[in-house]
């Protein structure tokens, strides 16, 4: 696999990183006082992404289930924790439900790569288990993060709609059913988008990845349409969870829409 | 005849509160109306006429007693049913995109109204009757006037033959002669069948004479003149 595969020194990463000055140089040209925040972006990404290869080198090397199930945990934590943040409407229970639809569908969609796409042989081997789960998760947080802001925003503007269907006789489902169409609809718009272009204006990281690291592009493209199917079922199902546990915070039994519940995030 | 004393609709000790501050919003109310009652309920702005009404509705969260119709509890799943019957109107009622006669098909597509067809002579006879042409049904609603927004949502619940309606100021935004006609179309409504009912309010004294025969008053979220009432004669 690594026949022509070329190392990356220590000198030739201070080469690439030096590439930084440029967005130095760009920002003090047009005085865009961005400098001090390349610099700290920059050795972030070089701290951030050592630490993670000693931890990822440690992780595969003891190759131990318990392990693994920790740290896709602590993955999903972060990203559950970051994906109802965007919205600027929040709720009472908002950061539980994106939790949730983060959780179930990131961990249903990787479980279904580990066992019976990939069968990997332990099921939990870190070298499968934590970069599937980690594209898996990247892409379930856009598509919960998206879903709960369109279904909140829509149902903030059209609370007289809403409104006016109840006052009809329609349950509170057949008044949610509009906005939550809008809101899936504009979750998964994205993703069809990336679907369709993907090869022709991008070769997704994966697949440069494995290419650079040696892989024939046939072998590459096959772990690339895998992940593609695996990013499009993550993130349907992540807006689909996250709009109806929004409708479950949102409406109550009585068939009434809570309006008051959802309020402006403070400082957004 | 169902027995004549029970109220059609009845609120019980309804109070109504913000859900946020908890502030009271309506102080605890009771109201009875019956079969064939005209209510007119009238307040200064702000005094909370609308919060009642919404609160017959259930569209608010309510508080006490509850709501009953014709002497049943209404809550949980039999609530869509009760406003499929109970029809609320709001002052500045919501369309969605579309023409008039798209609005007038909305209730047709919910499962409370499903028994029903939408009988378009019928929307149309009732348009001619508040004074609008057949050409109407192909307008706009983004293209609609207030009062003509008022016009097409009363249309729209009183095709569906309700038996509560709660109105809120729905001739706010009409000319004297297109009042006097929409008033003739309630009373239609109301004289067709016994079991019929109005609570509406409004800001003209000459409507509350014209369309009244109870007054209530609202005053700073304190209604007088309701209590548990015999019906009138």
Known sequence: MNTDYLHITAVDLGIAASLILVNVAISLALRLELEVRWLIAGLRTVVQLVLIGYILEWVFNLRHWTLVLFILTVMTLIAGRVSSRRSPLAYPGMAMDGLLSVWVSAWLVTAFALLVVLRVEPALDPKYAIPLMGIVLGNVLSGVALGVERVTEELQT????????????????EAFRAPAQQAVHAGMIPVINSLTVVGIVNLPGVMTGQVLAGQTPEQAIRYQIVIMFLISAAS???????????YRRLFSADHRFCYWRLVPRPGK | MPAAAAPLLAAIEVARR?????RLLLQPFSLDVFAGDRI???????????????????????EGGGITLQGKAVHGDDVPGFRAKVAYLRQRPAMLEGTVESNLRIPFSIAAHAHRRFERDKAVRLLAAVGEGPAFMAKLARDLSGGETQLVALIRVLQLDPCVLLLDEPTSALDHDTTLAVEGVL???????PMRALVMVTHSATQAARMGRRLLRMEGGVLSGAGRAAPAP
């Open chain 2, 187 to 193: 009373n239609t409504w109301l004289d067709a069948l």
């Open chain 1, 158 to 173: 059209r609370r007289d709609q809403v409104e006016m269907l109840l006052s009809l006789g329609a349950t509170r489902w």
């Open chain 2, 18 to 22: 913000d859900p946020l501050s908890g």
């Open chain 1, 236 to 246: 349907g199902l992540g807006t689909m969870c996250a709009v109806l546990l929004t």
């Open chain 2, 40 to 62: 007119v309920l009238t307040g200064p702005t702000g005094s909370g006429k609308s919060l009642l009404l919404r609160s017959l509705a259930l569209i608010d969260p309510v």
